[in-house]
Structure formats: structure tokens, C-alpha cells
């Protein structure tokens, strides 16, 4: 029978052989009563199974309350513990109890963090994945060999239909890809969502009529089912693409629902993440966290950006561009969504540690603020990229494109942040 | 125009009040870029407040990843910060991600919680509420004036639906008032959750009628939005009272949806809850976390217990039962489910704590387990609320009842786990 198997990074103050046991036994039917009719074969059938135990490094604190060591050590190791697939079948939620549920409880445990998730291969039949995926949002947009290049609508909150619309056909007219809805708005006051799409659609539809490309809009549908499901129906009547959900926001199941509709590109916007996985010993890594989404459906999906002015290092955001870009089933593979502070210098050092342009890069800023215009700003973004394909250096890029050297002298003076301070941390979170 | 104030426990190497305004100016429209026809009125509109900063300890060494003191100073404060409502309407996931969701990426921080939510009145009125919460509940089990008493179904996955319909039996022949499902089950390979609930409501059903009293048994339909509405009427049409989900797996718009449907009683459970608050400065604290399912509509929402088996203080139990137990306008209150490790020894304390008996007392072994079998189990725990509410102590409740006798002797010994060490952490999660 098939197994799921899933990976922790996890401290505690006992023998951790012992910790995992307690974790086995919490999550399945390991604390058994005698029960009448129970059977030594329904335990073997039901029982998760501790699969191996690699010890790390032993700490002299613990990282988060719980059980205290007497001799002030806190072991941690890396545990794999697989369930059958039988205990809960193909559903995803009841899962999600299963290897995120009371074990982050266990007092026994001082730091736990699901790392990763092996998947059977059946999960590959049941669950579709992405509809889209990269390959289908390269249709919708008609972008190929290079990163979609996009951008968000700022100011996040106050603008009217009217001057949304109006900066999208800035945007559109600019040769942008894609344009965002911030998540911190779906319908605001002065911004009915419905309002939005009318608005935003006749500008888009009206620069696909003419030049045959239509621009990928990301409305941001989050809200109750059907809600959303309402917005999705007037998206696609409107000749809509996309649809944004805050996916940590809605929710596993309905986020699942939306997908299920197969008819738009699905943004998964993360915001919420921080707080699942900004501790390195509590919470779930990106690799285990994508592939949740994935077998949900959404086809994009964001990961942060090199040198972003987030709390997250480069080592982390490629990690997690690497996990996007791996090949789950014959599925279609989820599309990066890289954002934060991004501006074309990027491109370089992204393109050297992923040696790939599956991405939509967003940039806020540096196109809206770009010194001749969002029209230029838009060009030195594709600059950037395909000069760092080609292999040239940030210098040597500036010497051949001349939007993105004004680019350059305009945000080149922005400070990478904090490149070296998570070391430490991120040393734990690729355990 | 009402607003919505949350409070945050936060911590950081800059001057906190610096800290604070980076938030409300990223979870608002604060970031402007120069917009045409953007004026100082729609700013004044729709930016965040920072209405207030209390300064709190110092640490030195920063509680999560982020920006590096160069003091080596972490200043520790209580901060709120306000939205209008016209920001997102009646829209939760979007105040989700508004009040919770990328401020937990801002590097400024070096700790962030969510410790609480002031909510306008006009919520009131837009959101119902739960529609049994407390006295629905006591209705539907024809119990009053002392707990629900309770009981998990052991072991969590593993028993066919006639094995658990014979356990059933079994207790509602002991005089049980609930039972629910264990959150790892919904359905499995040798327990389909149909077949479970004819099961199961034919024995329920056939008790009430003979003896009047319907047991309410939580189904768990924790799953994907369709199969969760399917499921839920099968259990109206097979006369159940209640169904279970596993809230933070299913996430909040399809547990509102399925709260919407206002037939069946919702039990709320929280698995996966540690990894949301566990860390004193990550995450949500329940205060605020209880009064989101709450205008979801979810009538009973789990607390953990006094001296649980869990990492939880008792401190931290006695702060969530008063949180659910706190008015939210005129909604019905949500009933705090008391659970983990529970046998009516602890009911003393709870009361003494509580000042309550408006629970659903949650236990296992204390009861299935009880020398005397389930039925003396369940009269013990009825025996130990009745003791405690009169003003007994445990040992002269021991003289009058024997059963409850019997149960100390059998789970007395078993100590209170680790009563005092997260005060230090507690000290922290009750700023």
C-alpha cells in the first residue's frame, strides 16, 4: 500500500528516537486503549511509521517552549515518519491534520518544522495540479524564452476603477505581460471589485484587439466561496485570464474549489507565509508548502526575490525558485512569482543560481518610476533578462541597453539587504 | 468611518515607533509612488494608523531572523494600529491578509504577534455569528446547568464504522452527551464517512428514541468544499446534530461556507494551532485567533485543558476559555471545547479558574478507561463538576462519589505536566 512520507526538522530534550515515537503515535492510531475487535494487523495497517532518525547538531536553549532538558541539551535531528495513504485517502485537508496537526503540540518537542512531503503516485492521477501552470500562462500571454515581466497597482488601497484602469492602459501600452491587484484589495469603497473588472478589461481587451496581445490581469477574488465564485464567473465574462487568491487567507479547500473551475490562471498570493516559516524550528519549509498548493491547483505561486527587502536571504528564495521549477507527476509546473523590491538588477544573479526564465518577475517601481517612463521601464526589465541569458554582467548590460542603464543610475543604488545576516538560520532551514 | 484596531506584540533592533509606521505604510496604501490624481484626502481614507506604542522590555538577542541591532538591542513594545473598514468591507480573508498577512515578512522585526482585534459594530450586524454557540448546543443534548461531558473515538483511525458504532453504543448507554470523531479520521480505507454516520446515528438515534436524550456526535468532513457539503447534508438527513472541521486545514471561507449552511452545530478544531502561536513572538495570539471563527460561525472551538498533555499552560487555557466565553455583541457565544489528557480531576481547577461550567469537557481514557467502564466514567466526570461547582475540593468530593473515587485512584496519580515552566514565556504572551 502506498505511503506518504513526510520530513522534520525537530528539537527536543529527550532521546529524539523517543520524540518521534510520541509523534507516530499522535498522529495515527498509535495511542491505542483496548478496544474490542482491535487486531494487531488494523494497528500495522493504520500505524505511522518512524522511518529514520539523523541526528544534528544539539543546542543548550530550546527554540520554543516546551518539555525542559535536565542537562540543558536539545537535540535535534531530521525524522521521516510515513502514514498509508489509507488512513485518509486523496484528501488534502485531513492530511494537512495529519502532518501539521496537534504534533506541533507535543511538549515533547522544543522545535518542529515539516520540511518536505513524498507524495505517492497516485496523488499524480487524482489530483490534476496546475490547469495552466507556466506552460499556460505562456499562451495566455503570448510570452515565451524569457520571465513574464509584471507589476502590482500602488497605491495598494484608494485608487477608483478609473484610475486603476488608467494605469493599466499605462502599463499595457508599456508592453507589460502582467498586472496585480495588491492583496490588501479586493473591493474597497471606492473600488468595487465588479467596478474593477469592467473597467480594467475594456482597456485590456481593447489593447488585445489592437495589437493582439492580451495582458494577464490578476483581480484579486479573495473572499467567501461564493463570493469568489461570483467574481470568477465575471472575470471570465469579461475576457479575463487570472484571478488572485491570498491562499494562506481563504483556505485550503475553497483556494481548491476556485481551481477547480479550470478556466483562469490562478495567482496564489502567500501573504500570511512569514508566519508559517519565518522560525527555523517552527512552522513548514517552502518545499512542503508548494506541494500542498500545487496538488490544490493554483498556477502561480509567489516566492520572494533575490536581494528582496523582506526578512528572507537569496539562499531561501532560490530554494524555493528550485522547488516551483521541480517537476511534480506529469503535471504542469507551477509558475515562480518573484517579487519584492525587485527592478531588473536582479535578473542577473537570479538568471546565475536558477539558469532559468520560468518566472514572472515583478517590479513596482522600477517600472512605474523608471526615468523615461513605465514605457522604458518595461523595456529595461526584458534588458536586464536578456542580457543575463546571454551572460553579460550588470556592467557590460549597460553599456549596450540604454533604458536599463538609466535604470541602473536610478535604483542601482539600492542597497541588497542584509545579505549575510541568516546565515545562520538558513543553515537550519535547508536541513 | 469604524475601524478596526489590532494589537501587536513586536520586536525590533529599530526605534519601535519607526517599526510600526514600516508596518501600517505596507499593509496600507503608505508606500505611494506619485500617482495622478492620487490626493491627500484618499491617503488620509485608507492609510493604517499607528494609534499607539508601549514600550516593553529589551532583549539581546532578536526572538526571530531579521534585521541585526547594531546595539545588540531588541526593544520589545505593545503596538495598534488601525484600518478603515472601507479598506475591505465585510471581506475576512482580505482582513486576514491585511492585519496578518505580509507584515510578517518585514525585516524591521525581529518578533511579531497578533495579539488581539477590535472589531466595529457594524460586524455585528453583517456577520451572525454562530447560530447554536452555547445555548444551541444545550439544546440539541438537552444539558443544562453543568458541562458538556465528552469523548474522543480511540483509536483515531482504525475502526470500521460498526466497531465505532458499537463504542458508540457503549457510551450513550454510559449517558455521554458528545462525541466526536478524531481529527486524523474522515474517511479512511476501512471507514467511509457515509457509512459511519448510518452507523453511528442508528445507535444515537434509536437511544433518543427510548430514552429522549439525542447524544450530538461530531462528524469530521474536514475535506474539499462539495464532498463537505454532500456530507453535511447526508448527516442532516440521518438526523445528526453536528459536524466537525478541521478549521485551519479547511481554512476560512470554506468553513464559513459550511457554517452558513445553519443546520448542523460546528465543531472547530484547531490542529495545527501550535504552529500559529507556539512562539511567544510569532504568530497570532487565541484572543484574537478565536474571534475570526467566531464570525465564521463555528459553535464550538477547542481550548486545550488545565494540566494538558500538550506544551500549553494552564495560564494560557484559562485566558482561552474566558476569550470564547467573552460577549461578541449579541451573537450566541461559542462554547470552549476542553480537551487533552482530561479525567474530571481537573475539573476543580477549572471551575475555580473559570467560574464556569458553559463547556464541552473533552475525555478519553478518563472514560472508556474507568475501572468501574464507561458508564461509572461518565458519572464521574459528572460527579467531579457537580463537586467543584459546590465548592467541594477533590478529596472531599472522593468521600461522596465513588466512582469519581475510583477514577482518582486510577488517574490521580498521573502529575500535572510542567506547570511551571513557560512562565516566563507565558509572562510574554499575556502582554
Chains 1, 2 share one sequence.
Not at 495552466?132 to 502590482?152: A, M, S
Not at 467567501?224 to 467574481?231: I, K, N, P, S, T
Not at 485570464?241 to 481551481?259: H, Y
Amino acid at each position: 500500500m502506498e505511503r506518504i512520507t513526510a520530513t522534520y526538522y525537530i528539537e527536543t530534550p529527550y532521546a529524539p528516537e523517543k520524540a518521534a515515537a510520541v509523534l507516530a503515535g499522535e498522529q495515527s492510531s498509535g495511542t491505542f486503549v483496548a478496544v474490542p475487535g482491535e487486531t494487531e494487523e488494523l494497528k500495522q495497517r493504520f500505524a505511522a511509521t518512524v522511518e529514520s532518525i539523523e541526528l544534528l547538531e544539539t543546542a543548550n536553549e530550546p527554540a520554543i517552549p516546551g518539555a525542559v532538558s535536565k542537562e540543558g541539551k536539545y537535540h535535534r535531528a531530521k525524522v521521516k515518519v510515513s502514514w498509508s495513504i489509507e488512513n485518509f485517502g486523496y484528501n488534502l485537508p485531513v492530511m494537512v491534520s495529519t502532518l501539521q496537526g496537534n504534533l506541533y503540540e507535543i511538549t515533547q518537542f522544543t522545535g518542529l518544522k515539516l520540511m518536505d512531503i513524498e507524495l505517492p503516485a497516485s496523488f499524480g492521477e487524482q489530483y490534476e495540479g496546475p490547469v495552466f501552470g507556466i506552460d499556460g500562462c505562456r499562451q495566455l500571454t503570448n510570452v515565451y524564452e524569457r520571465p513574464l515581466i509584471g507589476t502590482i497597482i500602488k497605491p495598494s488601497v484608494g485608487l477608483s476603477p478609473g484610475d486603476t484602469a488608467a494605469m493599466v492602459k499605462t502599463l499595457v501600452e508599456a508592453g507589460i505581460d502582467f498586472v496585480k491587484d495588491d492583496e490588501l484589495l479586493s473591493s474597497s469603497a471606492n473600488s468595487n471589485l465588479n467596478d474593477r473588472v469592467d473597467a480594467v478589461m475594456k482597456v485590456i481587451n481593447a489593447h488585445a484587439d489592437k495589437t493582439g496581445k492580451k495582458v494577464m490581469y490578476a483581480f484579486n477574488i479573495s473572499g467567501e466561496v461564493d463570493e469568489m465564485l461570483q467574481q470568477y464567473e465575471k472575470i471570465v465574462a469579461s475576457g479575463g485570464t487570472c484571478a488572485m487568491i491570498s491562499i494562506n487567507s481563504v483556505g485550503l479547500s475553497a483556494t481548491k474549489k476556485i481551481c477547480d473551475q479550470r478556466q483562469l490562471a490562478i495567482h496564489g498570493h502567500r501573504n500570511g507565509w512569514g508566519m508559517l516559516t519565518r522560525h527555523p524550528l517552527l512552522g513548514i519549509d517552502f518545499r512542503a508548502y508548494q506541494k500542498l498548493w500545487r496538488l490544490a491547483g493554483v498556477d502561480q505561486l509567489h516566492v520572494n526575490g533575490i536581494q528582496n527587502k523582506f526578512w528572507e536571504s537569496d539562499d531561501s528564495v532560490v530554494n524555493s525558485i528550485e522547488a516551483c521549477l521541480t517537476k511534480m507527476y506529469d503535471h504542469k509546473t507551477v509558475m515562480p512569482v518573484v517579487s519584492s523590491g525587485q527592478w531588473g538588477g536582479q535578473a542577473f544573479e537570479t538568471y546565475r543560481r536558477t539558469r532559468s526564465v520560468d518566472l514572472l518577475y515583478m517590479a513596482g517601481g522600477g517600472i512605474m518610476a523608471h526615468p523615461m517612463g513605465a514605457g522604458a521601464g518595461v523595456i529595461a526589465l526584458q534588458q536586464a533578462w536578456k542580457a543575463a541569458v546571454d551572460g553579460l554582467s550588470l556592467e557590460e548590460a549597460t553599456k549596450i541597453y540604454s533604458e536599463f542603464a538609466e535604470s541602473v543610475k536610478k535604483f542601482g543604488k539600492i542597497k541588497p539587504q542584509r545579505h549575510e545576516e541568516h546565515k545562520g538560520s538558513q543553515s537550519l532551514r535547508d536541513t
